[in-house]
């Protein structure tokens, strides 16, 4: 069992891709230089005691000697390389072969993934970015900038910051020790004076925004201090007010502004509206989307999170320039007060009714139906159903968390998204 686990581990240690064999090969080649100018050195000398006939062994056949010696050097070559491994890494790790190989692997593997950019923000946009995680490090997310409800509302009225409620769910999903991190920066204080409802993550990257002098240089330095895989970029720094015109029963079409005040007024959205309307991208993400292997709008509030990076126009015109594959995923549930009685159908045509036809060539979407339904009042999980002149491909599949199913599987819709490329 033991030679099996080995061979295992040297097996994975020679995977393509390792960057291992290289320095091996060099290693090796080293080796043979320096044997080579030591038996230079030794015919300098000849000729030498007759003690250095048996310890060459010069009475066995020269064929057979030379097997002998490599047999002999590759044996203590490979035995001092194993525990120099394990000395070099005793302090640090509980070094376990197979467990170090393992990891290397999947590190060299996910730094090779397809370069990924999600859009959206909210709780949706955390569950995609803790599947994809796993699969690649080239893995950015884009995230609104117009929640003005809750602790990100207070710093924004009350310090004239970004909002940087959505940034923190991200840079937490992201984080190495993500289980601990989680719970430091999704932390929040109770009864204390003027820290009452404040998340430790948004006071976080508030007060890194006034260390650092500006908003991006924070949320780059939160994620390098909780050692993120990948990059948290806002889709503009300007301030922006997300507005929605709203049908009701009684008054007709009125115009809301505020993104919280969106969903609580309970109406139905007709459009959604940024002020101002011509607000500048951030230049990053900008790039980041014209080299993009696959973009991915959403799961989150169609309205309030993933519509409001879109409404940015130089966002909607990168995403159109770029040849990466983009996909719109469907949200699993429904949204009280914002995607009432929608279907997969419904959602998509309120996003072209913004963006124009065919914007996204893929529609993501969950045809698990048949899982025990405990949400919240109001949610129901969004039935399938698209209009038969449809330019997009659907693409249906279990994506339904079972833990939580008005949620989607971070694993399965990481995994369903990845099998596009």
């Known amino acids: ?6 061979i295992r581990t040297v097996r994975k240690w020679l995977t393509p891709g390792m960057g291992v064999k290289r320095w091996l090969l060099l290693l090796a080649c080293g080796i043979a230089l320096l044997s080579l100018g030591f038996s230079f050195l030794l015919r300098e000398l000849y000729p030498l005691p007759d003690v250095f ?21 590759v044996v203590a070559l490979v035995t001092a390389l194993i525990r ?3 000395s070099l890494l005793k302090p640090f790790v509980e070094v376990d072969p197979e467990t ?12 090779r993934g397809p370069k990924v950019v999600a859009i959206g923000g909210g709780h949706g946009l955390s569950v995609l970015l803790r599947g994809l995680k796993k699969y690649t490090a080239n893995l950015t997310a884009i995230v609104t900038v ?8 207070r710093l924004r009225r009350e310090l004239g910051v970004l909002p940087p409620g959505d940034i923190r769910n991200c840079i937490a999903a992201l984080a190495d020790d993500e289980a601990l991190m989680t719970q430091l920066f999704q932390y929040r204080f109770g009864d204390s004076p003027g820290l009452n409802g404040h998340s430790f993550g948004n006071l976080f990257i508030t007060a890194m925004a006034e260390v650092t002098g500006s908003f991006d240089r924070a949320i780059v330095e939160s994620g390098r201090v909780l050692a993120v895989q990948g990059h948290v970029l806002p889709s503009t720094l300007s301030d922006v007010t997300l507005t929605a015109d709203l049908r ?12 919280s005040s969106i969903t609580a007024a309970c109406g139905t959205i007709e459009r ?16 980041v989307l014209l080299d993009a292997d696959l973009i991915v709008a959403g799961p989150g509030s169609l309205c309030t999170s993933v519509l409001p990076n879109l409404l940015v126009p130089d966002v909607a015109r990168a995403i159109t320039a770029s040849r990466a594959v983009k996909v719109y995923v469907c949200n699993v549930a429904t949204q009280v007060g914002e995607t009432d009685g929608y279907t997969t159908g419904d959602h998509v045509t309120m996003l072209e009714a913004h963006l124009g ?50 949620r989607h599987d971070s694993d399965k819709l990481a995994r369903a998204l990845l099998s596009l490329l």
């Open 1 to 6: 069992m033991r030679l099996r686990r080995h």
């Open 357 to 406: 036809p065919g914007f996204f060539p893929f529609v993501l979407v969950n045809d698990n139906l048949d899982v025990n339904f405990d949400a919240p009042s109001g949610v129901e999980l969004v039935r399938v159903g698209f209009p038969p002149n449809a330019r997009y491909r659907v693409i249906a599949a279990d994506l339904v968390d079972r833990a939580r199913p008005w």
């Open 53 to 73: 006939y048996y310890v060459t062994f010069q009475f066995i056949p020269r064929g057979l000697r030379a097997g002998l010696f490599l047999l002999v050097g």
């Open 84 to 86: 120099l491994n394990r």
């Open 248 to 259: 009701a029963q009684s008054v007709g079409v009125s115009r809301v502004a505020g993104e």
């Open 100 to 111: 170090v190989a393992n990891a290397v692997y999947r590190y060299r593997r996910r730094e």
């Open 272 to 287: 959604v509206y940024l002020e101002p309307d011509n607000a500048p991208a951030y230049p990053d993400a900008v790039r």
């Open 146 to 153: 117009a929640d003005d409800g809750g602790s990100s509302g």
